[in-house]
């Protein structure tokens, strides 16, 4: 899933997804929450330490929908997450926990999963939380048009039957069985590792039938009701959404009141850093190169963790000159990321392919290509622009308005001249530059691609098969799609890498994106933040019914 400041989660490796710590000042997660059904004893216990009430603000770019199975963007996703519960959730470190299903069991070929839902859950209506919701949820993934729905349906697509649907030959789902009012049975088409955390995935939340029945899909999206911990109160756009606790939540009501997200619709990371020194904003996304400044001022945390995300210039394949794959490797052969970002940063790793660290399938071997503009020269001449004559302005496309963007951009643009590219880059407000990018009107585009699930295929199938769901570089190559295809079947995990290892290597080669980055997620906050959880899957996967507001004498060290 896009993160666009320019989203992805299977068993085994990916649960030890490594955990970086940079700074660690006032405990900020180890004073989290506790497990919410705690026992009575337990219970009584937090609550004495605990502080309920207070307010959380946080600054994003403005969503354009808040509708689960419609989700493009990490924007969309913090909040869907606050909104919404699935049959199970992820912790932490991605391990796939009960949510909505208290227990499940899976059968021995790894095809049919049955769910028990707890009894007694409510939507913020008041309404029961069926197996019937849940149906209906996934299957609104196969009714919605290609283009809201296309995400994720590309996951949800392991389930037995969905073809037919699709296509008209049946008029529901197969794979989807309702047992009773509280149970479920899914069947798949064949194995596939990682599916229990497609059901944690955002965009498999359950909605309300009789809801979004009554208001409809368009309505939904702007007045969204669901089972999670908050409730959306009031939403203006290109100004703020605010979420107020749900008093029925069935895990226990969340510790804060509200949340507060700030969307200011132009240059949102600048406004965000300003808001947050000012004391306005009670956590702050740090950006690279911000991390130095924030840790010499007092009063403030910061803590890290290792992101699954690939930071990294699209190349529109479908337009001149990036048709020409000669010039796409030359390109990349003009890049020198040591000259573009500097020294070291805390906020970066440097990438030795497209997966990224933690991700099963990442390899320490460097596979990207050098910087080598002596090649990139030779590569242009071969394609038909000697020292850069005939070759079109290219523009270059970003979401990033920042006065650090800027810099970059001059940067990059100068690495590109040194080998006859003309770069011009046009920062955009989000919402503007995700037209522009769906309309691949640009000749590239700077992206951040976050995993939605722990497996090498939520980074490389949406992204490079010809029909994937944002494959907005218009990518193709055959043999690309077979071995994309051929991971998904396969039962074996070695089998697996082996198969994405090889489609990475031919990505990398034809050269339709170039990496820059990897992002280490890097969160500052103000001393009063407690219980605030990261995961490798940055801002969209966190989980603020958790965190709660320690009383500013006491943050700051004196009395309450």
């Not at 479908?318 to 796409?328: A, K, L």
Request: charged letters at 25%.
């Amino acid at each position: 899933m896009f993160n666009t400041e320019p989203r992805a989660r299977i068993e085994g490796p990916a649960r030890q997804a490594s955990l970086l710590v940079l700074t660690l000042l006032a405990l900020l997660s180890a004073c989290g929450a506790p497990e919410k059904e705690a026992p009575a004893g337990e219970a009584a216990a937090v609550a004495e330490t605990r502080h309920q009430g207070g307010t959380f603000r946080m600054a994003q770019a403005s969503p354009r929908n808040l509708d689960p199975v419609r989700l493009q963007s990490v924007y969309e996703s913090t909040v869907v997450n606050q909104i919404f519960d699935g049959l199970v959730s992820f912790d932490a470190n991605l391990n796939t926990v009960p949510c909505l299903a208290e227990s499940w069991t899976i059968s021995r070929d790894g095809t049919v999963y049955t769910f028990h839902l707890k009894p007694g859950v409510h939507f913020h209506d008041g309404s029961e939380v069926t197996t019937e919701d849940f149906i209906y949820s996934i299957t609104r993934a196969f009714r919605l048009p290609t283009e809201e729905g296309s995400l994720a349906r590309a996951y949800l697509s392991h389930i037995a039957g969905t073809d037919d649907f699709l296509e008209g030959r049946a008029d529901w789902i197969s794979g989807l069985e309702a047992l009773s009012a509280h149970d479920v049975r899914i069947t798949l088409e064949r194995p596939f590792a990682s599916f229990l955390a497609v059901l944690a995935m955002d965009c498999s939340r359950v909605v309300p039938k009789h809801y979004v029945e009554t208001v409809g899909d368009a309505d939904f999206g702007r007045a969204p009701v669901g089972a999670g911990p908050f409730v959306l109160k009031e939403w203006t756009k290109g100004e703020r959404i605010i979420l107020t606790a749900f008093e029925d939540y069935h895990q226990g009501r969340a510790w804060l009141d509200s949340l507060v997200f700030e969307t200011p619709q132009d240059n949102r990371r600048d406004y965000a850093a300003n808001a947050f020194l000012r004391g306005r904003l009670s956590v702050l996304e740090v950006q690279p190169g911000q991390v130095a400044e924030l840790q010499q001022r007092t009063g403030i945390q910061l803590a890290s963790r290792q992101e699954l995300s690939l930071t990294f210039l699209a190349l529109n394949v479908d337009r001149e000159p990036f048709d020409d794959p000669r010039v796409r490797r030359a390109f990349a052969l003009a890049l020198d990321r040591p000259d573009l970002f500097g020294g070291d940063d805390p906020a970066r790793t440097v990438p030795r392919g497209i997966l990224p660290p933690g991700m099963p399938g990442y390899t320490r071997e460097q596979k990207l290509f050098p910087h080598d503009p002596i090649r990139a020269r030779r590569l242009l001449a071969e394609a038909g622009y000697p020292g850069g004559e005939g070759l079109p302005p290219i523009i270059m496309v970003t979401s990033d308005q920042s006065a650090q963007a800027t810099v970059f951009n001059s940067k990059l643009a100068t690495q590109m001249a040194q080998v006859g590219f003309q770069l011009r880059c046009e920062p955009l407000g989000w919402l503007d530059f995700f037209a522009r990018l769906e309309a691949s009107d640009g000749h590239a585009f700077s992206l951040n691609w976050v995993a939605d699930i722990p497996d090498p295929d939520s980074f490389l199938y949406p992204l490079f098969h010809s029909r994937g769901a944002t494959n907005y570089m218009r990518y193709t190559n055959p043999h690309v799609d077979e071995l994309l295809a051929a991971g998904r079947r396969a039962r074996s995990s070695l089998d697996r890498l082996q198969i994405y290892r090889e489609a990475e290597r031919l990505i990398i080669e034809d050269a339709p994106m170039v990496p820059l980055y990897h992002t280490v997620m890097v969160v500052a906050a103000r001393p009063e933040v407690r219980g605030l959880d990261m995961t490798p899957m940055g801002m969209g996967n966190i989980s603020l019914e958790r965190v709660w507001l320690e009383p500013l004498q006491m943050a700051r060290g004196g009395r309450p």
